[in-house]
């Protein structure tokens, strides 16, 4: 009799929760329109508890599975916008072995970051990428420095501006200064535009 009971109440009252796992994660982001998806606010919402948070950790970090994977979970990271996604963001980012079967990874990375409120700590490890030896993570650390439009940056901006050899590059930092735009920013563009005829093509007239 008692067993018969004991074998109730488990039906009743699972003694292990389902898990959500890596292969679930997937099965979600196994779409053409991932973007889309990793940009609405109702699926992005759920990922906030520590289970699901944990899961998309684990895709992103996942050596092993397809990167384009990877990057999906890495852009659902950066949307959504909790400290412990800035957190894991920030690690992976530092990682010099997170990036080695895939070098554009740390670049989506660096985008990913861009979408966190401003703050010195996210400005000061961001700006080492502006050294990186991959032109896609100079470049994405650029545009993510440019949207986090904070003053203190335009000194790192100009002086990679004049270590830069990429023109990809180049045309990213001085959109960052752009968007930054205070006057030291402005008469930075204006004078490099002056004097680099493939740089004034793109942005002359433009300020």
Known sequence: MKVKILVFLIFLFP????????????KELDTPLWKEKTSDPVFIEKFKSQELFSTVVKLAEAKGYDWRYRI????????????????ALLSMFQDPF???ECPSLKSYVADALGNFKPEKRLLEILKDGLKDSEVLVR??????IGRLKMPEATEYL?????????????IAILNALKSIGNLDAL???KKVISEQQELNDVFGGSL
């Open 15 to 26: 003694l292990y929760s389902y898990a959500y796992s890596i292969d679930d994660l997937l």
């Open 72 to 87: 999906r979970a890495i852009k659902l990271l950066g949307e959504l916008g909790t400290p412990q996604a800035k957190e």
């Open 98 to 100: 997170f990036h080695h």
């Open 139 to 144: 470049e994405a650390v650029a545009r993510s």
């Open 158 to 170: 100009k002086e990679a501006f004049y270590s830069e050899k990429s023109i990809a590059v180049k």
């Open 187 to 189: 008469n930075f563009i």
